[in-house]
């Protein structure tokens, strides 16, 4: 799959209501592949994804990561904490994405937190919007984007690199996945994105 999501259209716009649709797609797929892995049923999958729209509409800052809700949703119906809910699912969606995205578990990403934003701003509020903090190292030919969820790591790479060859005429740039803990990721959106 060249696309994490098939015909995922990106907006024009980066605003809320324009992200909204592609939080919805990324929170879909995410249940998608978490059912295929036996994590989930389907009858559990409208409410969560009920829930999480809810969330999405009511939230104010930064938008909520579908995987962080989930992983406090089902810790409420399961023995395990919400961070331990998270590692069992960001398991079984990295062995279910054929390891296309890795995790990050060795300190800071490589590079200043906010030179791609810098090169490219209009990738800041998508970013932010999608829960992944990425950064360049070197020039503009290596880019790392971290998130929580493996599959919105995923989207946020793929716009990166669509982006960036729009907006280069040089080579395309090497983007790499990460997925990484709770802590590791509340702080890196913080140095990113914190106002």
Known sequence: MSAPLPNLQF???TDRNSMRPVLDRIAGTTVMYLQQSDYLVESESAPLLAAYG???GAASGFMPDFLEFAAEYQAQKHALTAEGELARM???LR???NDRVHCWSFGP???RASALYEHCPVLRPVCMALGCPATLAGETS???VTSLNPV???AASFWISQELNRTSEGDAPFVFSFFTDLP?????MQRHFAP
């Open 11 to 13: 907006p024009a716009k």
């Open 54 to 56: 809810e969330k999405l």
């Open 90 to 92: 960001q398991r079984l």
């Open 95 to 97: 062995n279910s994405l």
């Open 109 to 111: 990403l490589s590079g």
């Open 142 to 144: 290596i880019v790392h």
């Open 152 to 154: 919105s790591a995923l």
């Open 184 to 188: 590791a990721w509340q702080l890196l």
